[in-house]
């Protein structure tokens, strides 16, 4: 059959490429925004934007011969509040544009393709050709090699190797199956090998890539609760000032005509001190940090559901992990050889390497290399006679192996030897029995090998504890979160690999109920609770986390539960998901602290400026020495504009995260943003009034 391939650029690393919007673009933006039902929704830039339109009338009036100023100075003042708003419109349209490109490139995955859709769910059944427009959820379409899954779904019967690039990135296949925690299915990704029959869970249009979409497009993004408190203090902050400027025109002219002399101050005047004294900077810059900040999310392959997710993330203080992929490697490791009284360890390992060669699980190959490693066979030694008879292993029996001749090679867990030699007239040996508790105080896995009815020794096999862990929460506990390890490991197990991997707390025997009553307890406790997942049996605790990073590999009912995805389905994304949520509050605070402090600077240029014609005893006041009133409030007006424009990159990068504790973030905040928002404008506004200086 036909099929439409989904066609995405990728880069050297196997990402799509996604198109950067040009200048011109973010221009066209940029005018676009100024439509007065855009603008009335930043409240702080919505008054310079009406306070652009005041100065335009007035330089128009001016031209008419009804000044208030000399008509130059009032179309300069206007032309650079226009630049403030494009400015800020510009920030917001750059922000949004990263965040359409990437729409797009998930777009170009999103393909028409013809699927078999069955009649029952079952291989042999009987099919019909079927847009996947047309497939609704409930259908059961069957997807063989070289083929594109044409929706949502999850895996009812068979195997297969599938090509998720287009969505991840990532160029290694993946293996989906039915049962289990990794039978979900993308639409749009491609079956490498074999094949699989799906039941479709999602409608044309509610499909996964169709939510991704949806949730990358900055425009759509809501505003978080910080961000609302935040806007409220600058809506406070703009009522307040708004009230100062508007009542100081009818003092200044009742000054005037109490004293005789001065001159009133004018209205384009009091239009730029309000435009200088409001927070336009983080105004400005608030929506484009939001947005960034969802960028740089999708940009570590995450999809956050809302800006609310990612907000959360960054005051995340406990997070949950599981034990097996994230914090170890996911597969036990042969480590050790443990020889019986009388055996010979060359003798231990050669049985078990024997033993292990037709086990093909991570574990079975694992003790081939550890006994290849003390002098057991070699790499071209690895063919079992014609005769051999592989005993596999089954839960019945626990136990695998080999019939070579005579000899009944056997590894497996201890009972279960014990059985298999006590029932052939042997004895299970008491250091052996030693041997075995030993292992397991250590957190470990005992197998033990037996060659007939005598038992060689024990294999030791541990989880292996990902290098850089330890280091990894070592940086989170210096943030102040706490890590908590889940495992249905018995506590001595648990308890080895806790202390190991250097975690705070762990929790062993773990089932569905108790992770969600350990989530609730933290919450009770006033805790903010991050946690991954992939399972169906970890939906409730998903659910209830504050931050829930759901596999894209897992089950459909665990990418529900959570309010985040990540593509590359790897739970230690976590760590990196809190880090980009804490650098967005920190560009929020940094920017705010920036602006707040930039404010009381140019107090001290244009405050002394607008009043000294009504009182020439400010013009002390003037620590600047700038060199007119008129330069002094047109610097400051330009340095306003232009502040906004050197603050993009920052909006859009982030404040570089280190972890530390919140008190020392909060003084290097203020050391650096603080004092740096006194300092800027006293050195902005005297070279620009330098420069303005000749031209006036």
Known sequence: MS???????????????????????????????????????????????????????????????????????????????????????????????????????????????????????????????????????????????????????????????????????????????????????????????????????????????????????????????????????????????????????????????????????SVTVLVALLVCLIPTTIGALLSAIGIAGMSRMLKANVIAISGRAIEAAGDVDVLLLDKTGTITLGNRQATAFHAASGVAEPALAEAARLASLADDTPEGRSVVVLARGRGAGSTGDDALPPSHVAVPFTARTRMSGVDIGERLLRKGAATAVRAHVESLGGVFPADVERSVDTVSRRGATPLVVADGHRVLGVIELKDIVKDGIKTQFAQLRKMGIATVMITGDNRLTAAAIAAEAGVDDFLAEATPEDKLALIRRYQDEGHLVAMT?????????????????????????????????????NPTKLLQVVEVGKQMIMTRGALTTFSVANDLAKYFAIIPAAFVATYPSLDALNVMHLHTPASAILSAVIFNALIIVVLIPLALRGVRYRPAPAKDLLTRNLLVYGVGGLIAPFIGIKLIDLILTPLM
């Not at 007035?58 to 011969?65: F, N, P």
């Not at 408190?229 to 009742?254: E, G, H, K």
């Not at 049996?537 to 665990?558: E, F, I, K």
């Open 533 to 569: 997942g992939d399972g169906t049996n970890d939906a409730p605790a998903l659910a209830q986390a504050d931050v829930a990073v759901a596999m894209n590999s897992g089950t459909q009912a665990a990418k529900e539960a959570g309010n985040m995805v990540d593509l590359d389905s």
């Open 3 to 265: 099929t439409l391939e989904p066609t995405v650029p990728t880069n050297l690393e196997g990402r799509p490429v996604i198109a950067q919007p040009g200048i011109g673009a973010i221009l066209i933006a940029a005018f676009a925004k100024l439509a007065p039902a855009t603008q009335w929704k930043n409240p702080v830039m919505f008054v310079v934007y009406l306070g652009s339109i005041l100065t335009t009338i007035l330089g128009i009036q001016a031209l008419r011969g009804h000044a208030d100023a000399p008509t130059g100075f009032v179309f300069a003042i206007a032309g650079w509040l226009w630049f403030t708003v494009l400015f800020a419109n510009a920030a917001e349209a750059l922000a949004e544009g990263r965040g359409k490109a990437q729409a797009e490139a998930l777009r170009a995955a999103k393909k028409r393709v013809h699927a078999k859709v069955l009649r029952e769910p079952r291989y042999e059944s009987t099919w019909h050709i079927a847009g996947s427009d047309e497939i609704t959820a409930g259908a059961f379409v069957l997807v063989e090699a070289g083929e594109v899954i044409p929706a949502d779904g999850e895996v009812v019967e068979g195997i297969a190797s599938v090509d998720e690039s287009a969505i991840t990135g990532e160029s290694a296949p993946v293996v989906r199956e039915s049962g289990g925690d990794f039978s979900s299915v993308t639409g749009g990704t491609r079956v490498l090998s074999d094949w699989i029959i799906m039941r479709v869970t999602a409608n044309p249009g509610e499909a996964f890539l169709d939510r991704m979409i949806a949730m990358v497009e900055g425009a759509r993004r809501g505003k978080t609760p910080n961000e609302v408190a935040l806007t409220i203090l600058l809506v406070a902050l703009t009522a307040i000032f708004l009230m100062v400027c508007a009542s100081l025109l009818p003092f200044s002219s009742l000054s005037v005509a109490l004293s005789g002399h001065g001159e009133v101050v």
